[in-house]
């Protein structure tokens, strides 16, 4: 079968961590991009990028990767997304598609639209898979397979660059949704901040138990709790500005969470086993949606998030971070 032409010339990675990384990997094995040239912050990470070989060209600086470039993706920490766009604002060329990777859209829109020249086309977009490793070792060509990409373009975003970016996830693999940034926020809020604040909670509560207890809890973690130690092993820097960027819709999501919990203190105190007993069938049924779209493996996860096996081929669809 003959491979597609590239649906970019000259794509540009600034930051080349899990998602970064992940994305020089895929666009190369599937010829979405003629060249890819790369830049990262630290020297250390841009020598690694070199030495992995997953770029054409590796650049010292932002501006300098973005300089000529049709397709300009940023991948890094929320926080980081709008000094990175006031970095290379100058140097994007005309009809060129400025986009991202962040977790969070409407910050991001924020802070990078200002430095976004007219004539540049801006539109955000979040791939909704990953692990809890980051870096440019931690990256994968087949992490975006089967996932979803959302893609939340400003009011009056150009039609043909929205179609191009998408093309370019579906290349990677990707499922790809158009979705406005305010909405895009509230939902991700409840399925992966939230949750991601329970883990580093409970986690943190149970590093807080009196050191005999804690020697126990980790000799006995259940698969519940490893499962919690797994995301709230996620990077502490990412996670940060995904609390700042994101905060009302988290406040939102974690005001209705706190009611529920009540409710569920309540039926325990009052032994209402009727209504824990509905609640957790209710609950049932949702597992069993997201398993019956595809979007998780029924199976346990025996090793898939061993630390010494960042590579280990993963089930698909995978249930990673995002
Ligand atoms: P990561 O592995 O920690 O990589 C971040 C990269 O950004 C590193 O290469 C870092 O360079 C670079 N960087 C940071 N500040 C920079 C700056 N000012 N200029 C240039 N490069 C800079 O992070 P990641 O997991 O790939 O996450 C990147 C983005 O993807 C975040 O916005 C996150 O919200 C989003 N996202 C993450 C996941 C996930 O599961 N991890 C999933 C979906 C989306 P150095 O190594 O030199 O510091």
Known sequence: MSTPPPLFNRL?????????SSIA???????AARSIVATARSPATRARVRELNIADEVVET???????ADCIIVCVPVGACGEVAAEIGKAIKTGAVVSDVGSVKGAVLRDMAPHVPAGAHLVPAHPVAGTEHSGPDAGFAELFEGRWCILTPPAGADDKAVAKLSA????LGANVEVMDAVHHDLVLAITSHLPHLIAYNIVGTAADLETGTRSEVIKFSAGGFRDFTRIAASDPTMWR????????AVLEML????????????????????ALFDHFTRTRAIRKGIVDIGQDSPTPDFGRSHPDLPHTPLPKPYAGED
């Open 168 to 171: 370019f996830w579906q290349r």
């Open 25 to 31: 990997r895929a666009a190369r094995a599937q010829g």
């Open 62 to 68: 932002n501006a300098e990767a973005a300089k000529g």
């Open 241 to 248: 500005d995904v609390f700042l960027a994101n905060k009302d």
């Open 255 to 274: 005001g209705r969470f706190n009611e529920d919990v009540a409710a569920l203190t309540k039926a325990i105190r009052r032994g209402d086993g009727d």
């Open 12 to 20: 540009a990675l600034i930051g080349v961590g899990l998602i970064g």
